[in-house]
């Protein structure tokens, strides 16, 4: 049990990885612990254990087979009142399995009120504050849309809540530039470095919302859903080129 004085669940002071798993075998965890560990790098915590990391992520599958989310949760471990924490912190490190997402079907996106503050370090890592993801998710729904498409407080497109966002501009691939407050997505390396092998122009940009009208090919990642193409966009349907989409797959 995590006791209550757990600064994870108090303040949300600690990290997360989500992992795939695929016939009881863990996808790409060297590139999420090396994440991790700088992200425990960034906000000051003892780096985990990747031995450790990697016997509580195969505990936490056993034999089940079938694709499996697996997420690895460090926290800073225990802690007074206040913000402060000790003087060494006690990390906690546990993982949990669940089935996996079904890949479903493309996603409408609507643009979410809720903004990512790129000024934030939590915006770099995958902190355990994870809130405005959450109000933004079902601002989304809410607007009968699946996923939200989230802007940074100035404006510029940043990410989808739980994904890296991708589109095409005249054959060319753009993303959100890291400096827009976005999470460097271990699916988003991936396609980024499938891209260029290719021969497929792609760049890192800062632009705003209006910089995706007319734009026909929206596509999200993450390492569970892998790629996921965009059918509408704020209530425009989209024309996805499937062929480009297809060759793009990791």
Known sequence: MIPHDDRGLTLGDGLFETLLAVA????????????????????????????????????????????????????????????????????????????????????????????????????RWKTLAYLDNVLARREAQAAGGDEALMLNTAGEVACAAVANVFWLDDGRLRTPALECGILEGVMRARVIARARAMGLEVAEVRVGRSDLDGVETIFLTNSLIGMRAVSQLDGRTLRTDQRRLAALRP
Do not use: Y
Request: glycine share 12%.
């Open 24 to 123: 009881g075998s863990l996808v790409d965890f060297e590139p999420h612990l090396a994440r991790m560990t700088a992200g425990c790098a960034a906000l000051g915590l003892p780096a985990p254990d990747w031995d450790e990391a990697r016997r509580l992520c195969e505990a936490a599958l056993g034999s089940r087979g079938g694709p499996m989310a697996v997420r690895l949760t460090l926290t800073a471990g225990s802690g007074g009142r206040g913000l402060d924490r000790p003087a060494k912190p006690q990390p906690r490190l546990f993982a949990t399995a669940a089935d996996a997402p079904v890949r479903a079907g493309p996603a409408r996106l609507i643009t979410a009120a809720v903004r990512r503050n790129a000024g934030s370090p939590a915006s």
